[in-house]
Structures are given as C-alpha cells and as structure tokens.
C-alpha cells in the first residue's frame, strides 16, 4: 500500500543541542542627582553650590561624596574592577541554529507532534544526514516503530553526527505512520544548515642542506576565541620530526613516539599562531630506503575547544615537501679536525655508502685538481686516488683521506668525488666545506 500525500498530523520540530552562552550586559550607571538636577547641573561652571551638591548615592543608598569632577562623560567609567566583566552570573539558551564548524559534532533534539485530535499508530522515524557527497543515517525504528502517539503528545529523540565535510547539509526528518482512519501516510521535512571552515592552516617548506623545516600557521575563522588544547605533527615513516622553541615534546619512547605535541594556546578570533618543526631523514631499516624517496612530509592532528569546552577536531591533508632524490651511492663527511695548520697534513674521514639493494663498485675516491687553481690550496698528500672495494647492498664503509692544506685562512674545500672503476661513472661528489688553515 502506497503512502497517502495531503494534510499530516504529525509535524517534526528540531532544536539544535549545545552548551549555553554567557549574558553579557552593559550598563548604563546613572547619578541619583540626575533625576532631581539634570544631567548638565554639574557642567555649568558659573554653579556656586558644586562644592556642596557634589555627591552621589552608593548602592545602599547612603549618601557619600564625590569626585570633585561629577560631569556627565563620567557615568562611563568603572566603579569597580568586576564592572569590567560584564557578566551577571546568567546563561542564555542558544535562540537560534548558529553557526556549525567543520570538525564539530553536530547534535540535535528532535520532537515529532501529534496535532491532531486522533491517536496516531505504527509510527517509522528516520533521520539521516545529506551531504554533496553522501548521506548518513542516524536513526531508523523500521526494526522496533514507535507503537503511538496520542493527541497533543509528542516523541522526543537526539541524533548526533561529527561533520566532517564543509558546504550545505540537510538533516532529512521522515514518519511513516498510520492515520486516524487508518490511511498510512508518509511526511518528509528538511532542515538545511550550512557547515563552515573554523581553522584555515597555511604551510611553508623550506630546506636547509639535509633539514627540512615546516612553518604551520592556524587562523581562527570563528567568532569566539578557541583554546588550541594539541597541535600534534604526525610524520611520515621516512621523517623525524622536533617542534623548534618547543620542550614540550613527547618522549622518543613507546608508538606515539612520532607525534609531536606543541603546548595550548590560546587564538583570538581572526588571530594566529604559528608552529615551526624541523625535519630529518630516518631510515630505520634498509629495505626502507628508495631511489626516489617520498614527498610526503605528514600531517596535522588539531584539536580545540570553544569558550565553554565544546570540542573540535581537524586533521589536515598530507603535506607535501620537496621531491628528494636519494642517490644510489653517497659519500659523507663524518670528521674533520679542530685545528688545521698550513703545511702540515690532516686526516679526514669519510663514509661511504650503497643505498641500493645490489652490490656497487668497486670504486676510487679522488680530490680533483681540474678547475681553477684555487682550488689548489687543498691537495692530496699522496696518491691522488683511493681505492674501496665492493659494497654490499646496503652496505657502507669507512676510510681517511690525507690532505693538506698550502695557504692560510679561510679556505673551501672540495672536489672529492668517488668514481665506478669499471663504468668510470662519477656517482657523488661532496659539496664545499669551509674551513679554517691557521700558521704553524
């Protein structure tokens, strides 16, 4: 049997549950004298009583003196600190929808009428959330309907949903129910509302040699002050991550060792806070490490609360850094000496290391010589080639060079580069260092 259109006995009322506001009221003090003198008694200079009329009434009614300058302009001013406030100790009903932030749990109290002069019977509720995108059901009784509801009565539900899409939304509100006489009608209502963006979060990515740094600015969209309770940075599985002015990190122990907690804060509205983490490559296990290492730097887990503790929470998309490519074979410098005096010869060490899942090599490291001649102020005291062996996949090795140092000052060192024997492949080079040649 098809549900019958026309006039309903049932209606849908819907209020929307959240915690009350504070009362804020803002006096106008007035001067007992006012309503006896007039307001502009005592801006009239020519008064000869101004001395001795000069009074007010405090609030016991007890008459004391007054300022000796009573005008008009000072019935703005404070009496007393606490006038500052401006709360009476009252708490206000919300009196209308108000505005829904992505990131909130909606919640809702919903009431189903029965208006007119018969019991209504077999009652099936539901109500579901709509969305561009989805729809979300938060109450069906189709299993267990609503046996009746009498005239005048009512049936009274909550629904709650967390909004996790922005843009419009249409809480559906439908009864499917039997009549007076017994005609079984269908009544749909629509409440739509409009879901808002609280936090707008912008990112910076800057590299400095083999450090990442990330810059997060979260601006409040709202219009109360939001207390940041944890803006936590989740790294992804390539990076290690330390808040920068921040000692307020958690331990390197246990499975929430890769989040990184910045301490609560305070945002007015329309105002901003700033978050700065410093990145590093971590590599825990070899099978871990790619040619190309990924991007993607982690994300955002930001939690707050409003002015009377209601919650939100927002994770962001993942952010993105600069594309890394990791070489297949890397040298690095792992020590250089404190002092380095000219015409004396020093050892520097290096590793050497394969970032592939096969053997490489063998290889020679050498200081080229073939640029300008100035870089000839740092020579090879020896053989100009050193020899290594294979690597295994994986692997590494350690070694020393013997340089010397021909000028004195501050000096750039480069041009070390490690070289395939067989395919006389130039697989990295070492960036310039500066260092410091003092006399003997």
């Known amino acids: 049997m098809s549900a019958s259109q026309g006039p309903h006995s049932l209606a849908f009322r819907v209020m929307r ?3 009350p506001s504070f009362r804020i009221d803002h006096p106008l003090r007035l001067d007992a004298l006012d309503h006896i003198l007039g307001e502009d008694f005592f801006e009239d200079n020519a008064c000869d009583f101004r001395s001795d009329l000069c009074y007010s009434f405090s609030g016991d009614g007890k008459r004391k003196p007054a300022m000796e300058d009573v005008g008009y302009w000072r019935r703005f001013e404070l009496a007393d600190l606490s006038d500052l406030i401006g709360f009476p100790g009252v708490l206000v009903l919300p009196q209308a929808f108000g505005a829904i932030y992505l990131g909130e749990t909606f919640c809702s109290y919903i009431s189903i009428n029965n208006s007119s002069k018969y019991e209504i019977r077999d009652i099936i509720i539901k109500a579901e959330i709509q969305t561009e995108r989805q729809r979300v059901l938060l109450l069906d009784t189709a299993r267990s309907p609503v046996e009746s509801i009498r005239s005048g009565g009512r049936y009274d539900f909550i629904v709650e949903h967390d909004v996790k899409e922005l843009g419009p939304h249409t809480l559906v509100c439908t009864a499917l129910y039997n009549d007076g006489d017994g005609e079984r009608k269908y009544l749909p209502q629509f409440f739509k509302f409009v879901v808002a963006n609280p936090l707008s979060v912008r990112t910076k990515v800057r590299s400095v040699k083999e450090t990442t740094y990330l810059e997060a600015c979260i601006e409040n969209h709202t219009k109360s002050s939001l207390y940041m309770d944890q803006v936590d940075f989740e790294p992804s599985v390539q990076w290690t991550a330390t808040t920068v002015g921040c000692d307020y990190d958690k331990p390197n122990a246990g499975p ?24 590093k490559m971590s590599v825990h296990e070899p099978a871990q490490v790619k040619e190309e290492v990924n991007s993607v730097l982690g994300k955002l887990q930001i939690t707050w609360r409003t002015n009377l503790g209601e919650p939100g929470r927002l994770q962001t998309q993942q952010i993105l850094g600069n594309p890394i490519t990791q070489k297949e074979v890397e040298l690095q410098i792992l020590e250089l000496p404190l002092v380095i005096v000219s015409g004396t010869p020093f050892l ?9 899942d096969r053997r490489m090599g063998p290889f020679e490291v050498f200081l080229s010589q073939e640029n300008s001649a100035e870089e000839k102020v740092i020579m090879a005291n020896g053989l100009w080639t050193l020899a290594l062996s294979q690597l295994e996949a994986f692997g590494s090795t350690h070694f020393s060079l013997n340089l010397v140092a021909t000028k004195v000052g501050a000096l750039k060192m480069s041009g070390i580069a490690v070289v395939c024997s067989r ?9 310039a260092i500066e260092i410091f040649v003092g006399f003997k």
């Open 423 to 431: 395919e006389k492949k130039i697989y990295d080079t070492l960036a």
């Open 17 to 19: 549950l959240c915690r």
């Open 348 to 356: 520097v060490h290096l590793c050497l290391m394969n970032h592939t």
């Open 256 to 279: 929430l060792s890769r989040q990184i907690i910045n301490p609560p804060a305070f945002v007015r509205p329309g105002g901003t806070n700033n978050y700065l983490y410093q990145l």
